[in-house]
């Protein structure tokens, strides 16, 4: 792995497997668009209130979202810095390759110069040595 | 010449997959995975050049490698094989190392699966696909065993979504 990452790699770790479920990137989702308290977005899942807490701390670990206190309310803020770092590692990942293939496409267009066929004719020659 | 067909990330498995294809045969092409000299040239980005100080593409073996940045730093890496194919595909995992050059296991590893497939009766032009899974085995069984079954590129295509919202 030689990806330069902003991210410690604890941190992707928590990231991933906070995207890595479908409800929780739907709370995400919810979330960026307008902060939710966390009763309003249980409402929105058929799953407990407690099930839902447990995915906004999951979320929370990986800074996806935050949570403050509003009266007896929990709101749930959504962190798009966050969201945004996740896409940068992705697309890191994929220009590495990207380069990788450029740079295997060049040592193999090496070989077409070192290895020419022999019916290519007589190699030619650069006489330097002529005044 | 290098035709990128795909990248694309998968939320299921957390896998990322690169498809390129180049003008060669796959034998040709995985002498660029087998030998060392020519795997230097082209796993380290251009200003992290890699060297290979062991190599061992059998089952089980182990490579060991060094990138040396531009101002000297050196960041130490190892490979362990899991399955070869000649000509046709490679696993291994992939992981950090200490200074001393031990495998440093306390740090996430990726797992790593090469194919190489012959286009059209496969003499000129081979297929790479390469799928990289992220986090390390252990993590990847616990997401499995939480039951998520997404599916291609939809996490992704959601963060983009909520960015562009």
Known sequence: MVVQQELTSAEVDLLFHALADATRRDIVQRVIDEEQSVSTLARAYEVSFAAIQKHVAVLERARLVTKRRRGREQIVHGE???LSRAERLLQQY?????QRAGRMDALLREDEGRDPAPSAGPTPVTRKDTP | MTTTLESTVDADALTLTFVAEFDAAPDRVWQLWVDPRQLERWWGPP???????????TPGGVSKYFMTGPDGTRSAGWWRFVSLTPPESLVFEDGFATEAGELDDSLPTTRTSVTLAGIDGGDTRTRMTTVTRFTSADEL???LQMGMREGMTEAMGQIEAILAG
């Open chain 1, 94 to 98: 994929l220009e590495l390759w990207q």
């Open chain 2, 47 to 57: 200003t992290w050049p890699a060297t290979f100080v062991e190599h061992d593409p």
């Open chain 1, 80 to 82: 798009i810095d966050t």
């Open chain 2, 141 to 143: 069984e616990k997401l």
